[in-house]
């Protein structure tokens, strides 16, 4: 399909085929999606709950403010992620011990074996994406998004 020509200077469309925002969100949508399909059908789990699941992994207890930073996910979406792995037993909910108003969160045995189960399939999909790449090119990727991504 051709471009639309911009008849005037008053329109500037934008080439997204070279819009570097967009290409990093096809290739995020892309490189997510092929992994998805695995746990979604195995576990019923979304994307959203998947992240949840792997930061909790990772930090065993955090709160939901912490996931969400931690995730860079709108917290909407990571409540009602929490709200569901919480329900179907994937996390627990505890009371902090020094501060009764605040929750803290943790992967229950279920969410670890969910967890265990997954997370060999998306290092293995990583492991397959990077191998097209030299180990220049890792290098240097790994430098760009260090640079790109804001602390």
């Known amino acids: 399909m051709k471009p639309i020509a911009s008849r005037s200077r008053k329109h500037a469309p934008i080439a997204l085929e070279s819009f570097l925002p967009y290409r990093?969100?096809?290739l995020s949508n892309r490189v997510s999606a092929a992994i998805a399909r695995q746990y979604?059908?195995?576990?019923?789990?979304?994307n959203t709950e998947w992240r949840v699941i792997?930061?909790?992994g990772r930090f065993e207890t955090l709160s939901a403010r912490e996931v969400a930073q931690r995730t860079a996910m709108d917290?909407?979406?990571?409540?009602?992620?929490?709200?569901?792995l919480v329900a179907a037993g994937r996390v627990r909910?505890?009371?902090h011990h020094g501060d009764k108003r605040r929750s803290?969160?943790?992967?229950?045995?279920?969410?670890?074996?969910?967890h265990d189960a997954?997370?060999?399939?998306?290092?293995?999909?990583e492991r397959a994406?990077?191998?097209?790449?030299?180990?220049?090119?890792?290098?240097?990727?790994?430098?760009?998004?260090?640079?790109?991504?804001?602390?």
């Not at 997954?118 to 999909?125: E, I």
């Not at 030299?134 to 602390?151: C, N």
Request: hydrophobic share 55%; charged share 20%; glycine share 4%.
């Open 75 to 84: 917290k909407v979406a990571v409540s009602r992620a929490l709200a569901r």
């Open 93 to 95: 909910r505890r009371t």
């Open 129 to 151: 994406l990077r191998a097209c790449l030299s180990a220049g090119e890792q290098a240097a990727l790994e430098r760009i998004l260090d640079k790109l991504t804001p602390v």
């Open 54 to 56: 792997a930061v909790l």
């Open 118 to 125: 997954v997370a060999p399939l998306a290092l293995a999909h």
């Open 40 to 46: 979604q059908q195995r576990f019923d789990l979304s």
């Open 24 to 26: 990093f969100s096809i």
């Open 104 to 114: 803290v969160l943790g992967l229950s045995t279920r969410g670890w074996a969910i």
